[in-house]
């Protein structure tokens, strides 16, 4: 391959990899917004969002027929499913700590993603399992780009979720109301905005695009594993840092440049694909010293 | 809501009997007697028991090194710290790097990976620690598992075999070979770490610790440099965990990247919020429960973690002050 072939090559991966980050991403970042919280438990919604999809297809696939629909449909189901999810785990867990000392309610989140992982890890017995979808995985050209059919529509279908989500954020009333209520959360109750429903709808959004990148990652790599939101957790962490937690385009920016730097990174000789994973966490290291508030974020004083 | 919770715990007959128990260890002379007990019924203890017992104790000073020195993270300053395990790697490995390739002393060894754990700290601690507090929890998580793959990926640390052939402890011409030399290594550990842990408690900078974490803008407006007393906390509490790993290597004699897991570092916060984050006797009770659970219940055998991690909820939900919890401080404030 030429260079220009292995450029082009790298920048359809990182985008592809780096959309899934910006969608796990997404959660981080509007649940830390509103409530300023670090949803330990998010990676872990990812991958039941995963597990959901890989049941749901078995399922669905053999009665629809067709294996994109039976995509879309265990997609949308799962969405939903995983989403009500969310906002059990916030009703449970996170809302009786919402007054108490920050360190309790990291306790609790952790325990969470404990609970949802050993879950899964007990029903599947820890194996890996194949993601198998029915779709046929041809490759075709763009110019000197090889393609399939499959990552093209995954990253087209990640650009619109996110599209869709900036447009439910900057359009809606609950929009309007989650981003009222991540600047002053006292006020917004006061002016009357419910904001126990509202948290709740952040949690229902953030869980239902997780389960969705959850798929999309299962599609694309044809295997799911219960610990598989592990990594993914810290690099979609990564990604909100870097555009800024709190901030939604920023997260999705975040994950883009993050899934670029990682596919151009680990063709640098020197670093090898193994070291794919401490390089972005070296990349986190970096932001959090040099550019703490990150590329989109606003320079204010930290209160805890 | 909290008033309510306030009396339910008055009439729960559990947490009366621990107040009770609590109360008795305040006053001086039942503490020090049943310390003088306790070290007694230890030191004898290896000289009338079983092997399996001797391996067993030696793993319950082992936890209580190690929570006692996450206990400073967490219970005294009040910070989250998930990759407690990587700093326990860091003192292991480098022990062991150190012995087994240079064939450097075991006790010189314990020095240098004091000072590995401080530089550690230092890199992951200083840039973290400016920013929230939160921020800490994630990125300690993220560099458990960075410890892990570079262990893996290197060729120094034996890659994803590990490095076997430690070299054991030399004490005045005496080979530390058998259980009952680590069973007392680790009595020993754990009788400073303890002392340090009162030591650090009382003192000044223990009192700053203990503000910040009840009112970080009062604690700062009073002078105290929040973000340099955290990461005191930050490194001590390595330091301590480094330590631990070094000895556990020579134990060991041989270690993997498989020794130093998420689950390790989880372990061990449990025994911390179990046992009542801050209060030092709550601690060491928190790890004889968390290491001696397993031992005495090993057929739960999967659903373990399960259970630990509901349990971890449920003290959240409902006792956050852990069993034996800190006099004032966290419990007053909940």
């Given at each position: 391959m030429t260079a220009w072939e292995v450029f082009l090559q790298q920048l359809f991966n990182g985008l592809l990899v780096g959309s899934f980050y910006g969608l796990v991403a997404i959660g981080y970042s509007m649940v830390y917004g509103i409530?300023?919280?670090?949803?330990?438990a998010h990676a872990d919604i990812y991958m039941s969002g995963a597990f959901c999809g890989l049941v749901l297809l078995g399922f669905l696939t053999p009665y629809i027929g067709n294996a994109w629909l039976g995509i879309v449909v265990s997609l949308l189901i799962s969405m939903v499913a995983v989403g009500l999810l969310g906002v059990l785990i916030q009703r449970v867990a996170y809302r009786p700590m919402l007054?108490?000392?920050r360190l309790s309610i990291l306790i609790t989140a952790l325990a969470v993603s404990m609970i949802l992982y050993n879950t899964v890890m007990i029903i599947t017995q820890g194996q890996y399992k194949p993601f198998t979808t029915g779709l046929v995985h041809e490759s075709f050209y763009i110019g000197a780009l090889r393609m399939t059919e499959t990552r093209l529509v995954l990253l087209i279908a990640a650009l619109a979720l996110m599209l869709m989500l900036h447009l439910f954020i900057t359009r809606t009333m609950y929009g309007k109301a989650m981003r009222a209520i991540s600047l002053d959360r006292d006020t917004c109750q006061l002016m009357g905005i419910n904001v126990y429903q509202i948290v709740a709808i952040t949690f229902f959004v953030g869980s239902a695009l997780a389960a969705a990148a959850g798929i999309m990652a299962g599609v694309y790599y044809g295997t799911v594993h219960f610990f598989m939101g592990f990594l993914i957790g810290l690099k979609a962490f990564t990604a909100a840092v870097i555009g800024g937690i709190g901030i939604i385009p920023g997260a999705m920016l975040g994950g883009l440049l993050l899934g670029l730097l990682e596919a151009f990174g680990t063709q640098i000789p020197f670093i090898g694909s193994q070291w794919r994973d401490v390089f972005s966490f070296v990349f986190l290291i970096l932001f959090l010293i040099f550019k703490p508030n990150g590329l989109l974020g606003r320079i204010e004083s930290e209160r805890m | 809501m909290a008033e309510t919770k306030q009396k339910a715990k008055t009439i729960n007959p559990f947490g009366l009997a621990i107040e009770k128990l609590y109360d008795f260890f305040d006053n001086k002379t039942p503490r020090y007697i049943f310390m003088i007990a306790m070290t007694a019924f230890l030191i004898y203890l290896p000289l009338s028991s079983s092997r399996f017992t001797q391996e067993i104790m030696t793993n319950v000073f082992f936890y209580i090194v190690v929570c006692l020195g996450l206990n400073i993270i967490?219970?005294?300053?009040g910070l989250l710290h998930l990759g407690y395990a990587a700093f326990f790697a860091v003192g292991a490995y480098t022990t062991g790097i150190l012995s087994s390739?240079?064939?450097?002393s075991f006790w010189l060894t314990l020095p240098v990976s004091i000072v590995a754990a401080v530089i550690a700290g230092l890199a992951i601690g200083a840039p973290t620690l400016r920013l929230r507090g939160d921020y800490l929890a994630i990125v300690t998580l993220g560099f458990g598992e960075i410890i892990r793959l570079t262990v893996r990926n290197l060729s120094i640390t034996g890659g994803a075999m590990g490095l076997i052939g430690i070299q054991r402890p030399v004490l005045f011409g005496m080979v530390l070979n058998q259980i009952v030399h680590f069973y007392y290594m680790f009595f020993i550990l754990a009788i400073i770490a303890i002392f340090i842990s009162y030591r650090l408690h009382d003192s000044r900078l223990g009192r700053a610790w203990q503000y910040i974490r009840e009112d970080e803008d009062a604690a700062s407006a009073m002078g105290i440099n929040v973000v340099s007393t955290r990461l005191y906390a930050f490194i001590i509490g390595s330091a301590f965990g480094a330590l631990a790993g070094s000895v556990y290597a020579a134990k060991m004699t041989a270690i993997s990247?498989?020794?130093?897991?998420f689950i390790h570092s989880v372990m061990i916060l449990l025994a911390v919020v179990l046992g009542g984050m801050g209060k030092i006797p709550g601690v060491i009770l928190g790890a004889v429960i968390v290491t001696l659970f397993p031992e005495l219940s090993r057929d739960i055998g999967q659903y373990r973690l399960i259970i630990f991690a509901v349990v971890l909820l449920l003290l959240m939900l409902y006792r956050p002050q852990g069993i034996w919890p800190e006099r004032q401080g966290i419990s007053s404030k909940l």
């Open positions: 409530i300023k919280l670090l949803n330990f007054k108490a000392p | 967490v219970g005294f300053a390739v240079y064939g450097v990247p498989e020794s130093f897991m």
